[in-house]
């Protein structure tokens, strides 16, 4: 725990502990008071009202006795209107009361109550009683003072592992990037239309379990590396400047195939290396892996089943790849190539309404048209700088 999360409960158990004494006997509230003084600073109150009043002066009690039998309001009632304001809900208390009988004790605890103390008060009984539960109370806060850090502190770690894998995958996606005549800016842009798809369409039935749950945080995040597998294609390829023939269209083709056997590849090693009491760990990790390779081998799948490596067709393609298909075509229609200028948003809207229900998804074309304004504002602001300038 931090030194200053520690240091604050260690001050307030230093101090000198407050505790309210409610009883409308002056006799009671003499002798109670006289035996706490010399150990707690003691607040006393007459009567419900003023019990509630003096519970919401600072400092607040740290526990308070409370008699059961008082006129207009009884302690139970005074303990149902504490336990109600958020600001003495967790004041424990205990009752003292003249009453005798397990009825009137089952009562006192279903109200709240964290003990009962039967009059004629024994002295020893009180300050045993008080101390115990000061302690507890005392220990509770501890406790929740610890919690508090330790959740901010997994949440930190958290928030730091994700932008270890983040930047992991980027990393990954840079690399393969580098290799060829695309820029970064395309992982940048691409992952932002797949984004815009996912969220468009997590509340229509056919996608709904494709985005569920941590799903779409997955694909998003796993989009970058829908290339990786370019790593794999030779230069002489994957550099050309002009088009490219049949025969390396074909070599080409491979790097979707390519970059699954990788992915695939790492998690036979991670899981061969991992120990039998990791194992659990070891499988939740793999389901973002699987996402990746789900995207980078069919995101050159089409609809209509035309598309490659593996010619499949409809919902047999997997979301993740169908959203991809359509990111990854848009950007390649809108961005500067070095055979072929950039189209118009509005050509390119044209060519994606052809391949509506033969290389896209029905659907997620709608999803385009849907967000065609914002897919524009991203295309233009994430442009590729032209030779010469800053990225």
Request: with cysteine; aromatic share 4%.
């Amino acid at each position: 725990m931090s030194s200053s999360a520690n240091s604050g409960v260690q001050a307030g158990a230093a101090g000198k502990q407050t505790i309210l004494i409610v009883d409308d006997t002056p006799q009671n509230l003499t002798i109670l008071g006289e035996l706490l003084q010399p150990l707690y600073r003691v607040r006393a109150a007459n009567s419900g009202e003023r019990a509630l009043r003096a519970a919401s002066l600072q400092p607040r009690p740290d526990l308070i006795l409370l008699d059961v039998m008082m006129p207009e309001m009884d302690g139970y009632a005074v303990m149902e209107r504490l336990r109600a304001d958020p600001s003495t809900h967790n004041i424990p208390v205990i009752f003292v009361t003249a009453m005798h009988g397990t009825e009137s004790e089952e009562h006192g605890l279903e109200v709240g109550a964290v003990d009962y103390i039967t009059k004629p008060i024994n002295p020893a009984i009180v300050l045993a009683r008080v101390r115990t539960h000061l302690e507890l109370s005392h220990a509770r806060e501890r406790l929740a003072v610890e919690n508090q850090w330790l959740e901010s502190e997994v949440a930190r770690r958290m928030r730091e592992n994700l932008l270890i894998q983040d930047l992991s995958v980027r990393a990954l996606a840079c690399l393969s990037e580098a290799r060829d005549n695309e820029t970064g800016l395309h992982i940048v842009r691409t992952q932002t239309y797949v984004e815009m798809l996912a969220r468009h369409l997590e509340s229509n039935e056919r996608f709904r379990d494709g985005l569920a749950g941590e799903r779409l945080g997955m694909i998003v995040k796993a989009a970058p590396l829908h290339d990786v597998g370019k790593v794999g294609v030779p230069d002489s390829i994957l550099l050309k400047p002009g088009r490219l023939t049949a025969e390396e269209f074909e070599i080409m083709k491979g790097h979707a195939t390519i970059g699954a056997d990788a992915i695939d590849k790492a998690m036979v090693q991670a899981a061969a290396s991992a120990g039998a009491d990791v194992a659990d760990q070891v499988e939740g990790a793999f389901t973002f892996l699987r996402v990746a390779r789900e995207i980078a081998i069919g995101h050159h799948e089409k609809w209509d089943g035309s598309g490659y490596p593996a010619g499949l067709a409809g919902d047999a393609i997997p979301v993740s790849a169908r959203l991809m298909a359509l990111a990854d075509v848009f950007d390649a229609l809108t961005t500067r190539r070095v055979y072929i200028p950039p189209f118009e948003l509005e050509e390119t809207t044209r060519i994606i309404l052809e391949g509506r229900g033969s290389h896209f998804d029905p659907d997620v074309v709608d999803a385009f048209l849907a967000c065609r304004d914002r897919f524009a504002e991203i295309s233009k602001r994430l442009a590729d700088p032209l030779e010469g300038e800053a990225a």
